[in-house]
């Protein structure tokens, strides 16, 4: 059974950065495609940034520029590095990962609020 860890959520003020992490116990290669998605108070889960195996890494339009995702296979995770935090981008944060065989697995999330 494959685990995937959040960390690095916390309380920022809007402008200030946050770095998620997503540790996988199993080697990150094997994934067809990791990402990460958030869920606000009401609202339905979306995605923020995803990085295939193979290919481009794809962002929401609201992330776009300020978020970067990016995998680090020797410390086997992923990490989501987040600038210029608005109050909207507050939610909690879930890994994802998609292996060869289409099985999805989650995170068990972290929260990320942003306010002054």
């Known amino acids: 059974q494959v685990q995937l860890v959040e960390s690095g959520g916390g309380l920022v003020q809007p402008g200030e950065s946050l770095t998620l992490f997503c540790a996988s116990s199993?080697?990150?290669?094997?994934?067809?495609?990791m990402g990460w998605y958030r869920q606000a108070p009401g609202e339905q889960r979306e995605l923020v940034a995803a990085i295939p195996a193979v290919g481009t890494t794809n962002y929401a339009a609201s992330v776009k520029g300020r978020f970067t995702i990016s995998r680090d296979n020797a410390k086997n995770r992923v990490a989501l590095q987040m600038n210029s935090l608005k109050p909207e981008d507050t939610a909690v944060y879930y890994c994802k990962a998609e292996d060869l065989g289409s099985q999805v697995y989650w995170g068990q999330g972290t929260q990320v609020t942003v306010s002054s």
């Open positions: 199993r080697n990150i290669r094997s994934f067809l495609a």
